[in-house]
Each structure stands twice: as structure tokens, then as C-alpha cells.
């Protein structure tokens, strides 16, 4: 478990002591590695696609584990709990998911046919 690897008390902690892993720092990972036609909101949409039409999970439980705000102040009030257990589960689910091979072609990210429209779009 990475939970056993970690020290302190973030899964992704920052260079600076008691410091969360920065909001660029996947952006660099993506620059570094040389990515096109990725983005980190796009991870974050693809989640949530996933959980939508793959999975049964409810919004709620989708939303919070995106760390977006209850937008109505109606239901912010009444929500006191942070739904934990629940976004762990939906967490392993996404774990056994993206870590589970899939049978058939393996496509790179940079070979896809939205990789070559972006590169036709950008020229």
C-alpha cells in the first residue's frame, strides 16, 4: 500500500516540509515527459467520466472526491460529513481499474487519432 511507503501526512508531499505536491507539478511531469493533447483537468475529467457511466457511486460521493463545493447552500448546510468511507471505496475501485491490464490493442497516448487532430489543429 502506498500508505505504508508514506511519511507525513500527505499521499503526494511537496518538497517543502508539511507541504502538499504543488498544483503545476503534474503540468511538469506532462512538459517533461514530453505529452501532448494531455492535461491534468483531463485526468480528472476521465475520472469522473469513469465514475458516471462505469460505476454506481453516487454524485455526492463523485464530486467530494473532486474536492468540488456543494453548490447549493441548502444541501451545504445540512452536509456534515465528508464521506470518507465512501470516497475510499470509489478510490479502490479507480485503483483496481487503471491498474488492471486490458486485453487488445495498446494505443500511446501521442499515437491517438485526438493526438493527430490536435497536431492537425495546431499547424
Known amino acids: 500500500m502506498m500508505h505504508e511507503g508514506r511519511a507525513g501526512d500527505f499521499l503526494f508531499p511537496g518538497w517543502k516540509p508539511g507541504r502538499p505536491l504543488s498544483a503545476s507539478a503534474l503540468e511538469t511531469v506532462l512538459r517533461r515527459m514530453k505529452v501532448t493533447g494531455a492535461t491534468?483537468?483531463?485526468?480528472?475529467?476521465t475520472f469522473r467520466d469513469w465514475a458516471a457511466e462505469c460505476r454506481n457511486f453516487p454524485n455526492e460521493v463523485c464530486e467530494a472526491a473532486l474536492a468540488h463545493p456543494v453548490e447549493s447552500k441548502v444541501e451545504a448546510a445540512?452536509?456534515?460529513?465528508d464521506l470518507f468511507e465512501k470516497r475510499r471505496k470509489l478510490m479502490d475501485a479507480w485503483s483496481i481499474?487503471?491498474?488492471t491490464p486490458r486485453a487488445g490493442e495498446v494505443v500511446p497516448i501521442s499515437a491517438g487519432r485526438g493526438a493527430a487532430a490536435?497536431?492537425?489543429?495546431?499547424g
Open 118 to 122: 490536435m497536431r492537425q489543429s495546431a
Open 78 to 81: 445540512y452536509r456534515r460529513g
Open 97 to 99: 481499474y487503471c491498474t
Open 40 to 45: 491534468v483537468h483531463g485526468f480528472r475529467s
